[in-house]
């Protein structure tokens, strides 16, 4: 491996939107992220499940049939 084309790793400081700070390793010195394991809705569990059924559940409703 030639060492003079390697990018240098460095000790990096990602910072998320809702304020949550974590130090990581990378290329990069600083990163800013839109969303994090703190704050994402799958992770926290304020995921929305918005399922509307399937054919039958659209044909039972449209005839009442419970």
């Known amino acids: ?3 003079e084309i390697q990018p ?3 000790t ?4 998320c ?12 010195s600083e990163l800013k ?3 994090c394991s703190k704050c994402h809705p799958y992770w926290t569990g304020n ?3 918005d399922t ?3 054919r039958a559940d ?3 409703k449209k005839y009442g049939i419970s």
């Open 17 to 28: 939107a809702c304020g949550n700070v974590f130090e990581v390793g990378s290329t990069k």
């Open 52 to 54: 509307t059924g399937g």
């Open 47 to 49: 995921l929305r499940k």
């Open 8 to 10: 240098k790793y460095n």
């Open 12 to 15: 990096t400081t990602i910072t």
């Open 1 to 3: 491996m030639k060492k």
């Open 33 to 35: 992220v839109d969303v």
């Open 58 to 60: 659209k044909f039972k």
